[in-house]
């Protein structure tokens, strides 16, 4: 199975939080890893054993 772009999009329109193969919300996920550019993160998922990383650049600053 495929990863396309449409389920690349409605798994980042719904935050990440299932596999964008087969539906599942048992994921496995790594600690972050970082360089000068961007995060990511490795996920594996536990049903059906697909494995992606979620990659993470900077959208925003908020003052605190």
């Known amino acids: 199975m495929k990863l ?3 389920k690349k999009k409605k798994y980042m329109d719904k935050a990440g939080n299932k596999c964008p193969y087969c539906g599942s919300d048992d ?3 790594s600690r972050f890893h970082s360089d000068s550019s961007c995060a990511w993160q490795n996920i594996i998922c536990a049903d059906c054993g697909k494995e992606w990383r979620d990659v993470y650049t900077l959208t925003d600053i908020e003052e605190i």
């Open 4 to 6: 396309t772009r449409v």
């Open 27 to 29: 994921l496995d996920c």
